[in-house]
């Protein structure tokens, strides 16, 4: 990314964030950050705002989108991510899926930029095949309560191949599993500032459902580096990026109080309707075709997270 000029909407939330910083350590010489703060904060930010080459902007990617001057790549991450955040932002998500990421696409198309789409592993829904590939099409309820985002992002994958065939754009499609690391919102309902609190605080583990229904966490930094592999590359098909390491919530609870030391015993509440069963991406394609895989082990990932949670909890911050 030496030199390179860069547009990252979304730029203030926690991936957008921590792609921000890492193209600035990577050299490029211009890095801008537009975002409306809907779900993410200037704090994310804050620490890269005297480096050269970084600007942030305050704007809703819905209301049109102008960045001044030559730009090499547009880094689409501008959408609410967790499923609290999406439940109560349902119109919001919708409408940045759409309009922002047309947005997005017709910024890329003016300045001859490459385009790459936050996607997602939802787009698999609650997944009939397992492990995913990304040949896959996936099991979505397009009227269920996750559906404002799943098919926000499915119909974003779907504009941005329009673009590639008819506009002759060169995009990128990032399928990107279950992600975690420091930046997070401790509340923004997700499993892991969930659990990671729930361990600081000393209370219980909040388990939906059983706790049979599994994920993959992968570490943040590794996210980020298969993120800029796959800008760099050209492969304009979908790639699934994430660990493959599966486990079941209730392990997951466990590693948790492990790492922490600390956190109660486990309650069960009831499971969010359209909940995925399962989860684990299949990166065939990212290992043959980026030369990817994750390196950051969960023990080690969660020893970070929590060391943040722990420093930031202490100021204040992180909610
Ligand atoms: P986040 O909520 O922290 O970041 C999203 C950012 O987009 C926020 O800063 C928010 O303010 C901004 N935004 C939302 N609507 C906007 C608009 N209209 N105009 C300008 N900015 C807007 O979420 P995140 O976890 O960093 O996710 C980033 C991207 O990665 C999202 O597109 C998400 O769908 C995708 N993703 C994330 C994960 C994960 O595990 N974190 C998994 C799959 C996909
Ligand atoms: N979950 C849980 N307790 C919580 C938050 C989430 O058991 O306090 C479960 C949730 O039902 C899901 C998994 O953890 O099965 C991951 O949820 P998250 O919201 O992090 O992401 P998702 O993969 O569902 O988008």
Known sequence: MKGQRVVVLGGAGFLGSHLCERLLDDGAARVVSVDNLLTGAERNVAHLLGRAGFESVRQDITEGLSVEGPLDYVFNLASPASPIDYAKLPLETMRVGS???????????????????????????????????????????SIGPRACYDEAKRYGEALTMVYAR????????????????????????????????QALRGEDFTVFGDGSQTRSFCYVKDLIDGMVRLALSDVTEPVNIGNPREMTVREFAEAVRAAAGGGGKIVCQPLPKDDPKQRQPDITRAREWLGWEPRVSLEEGLRETISWFRTVAGQGAGS
């Open 99 to 141: 309009v922002g990421t047309e947005n997005g696409l017709k910024l890329a198309e003016a300045k001859g930029a490459v385009f790459l789409q936050a996607s997602t592993s939802e787009i698999y829904g609650d997944p009939l095949v397992h492990p995913q590939r990304e040949d896959y099409w996936g099991n979505v309820n």
């Open 166 to 197: 008819t506009r002759g754009v060169k995009t990128r499609i990032i399928r990107i599993f279950n992600t975690y690391g420091p930046r997070m919102r401790l509340n923004d309902g997700r499993v892991v500032p969930a659990f990671v609190g």
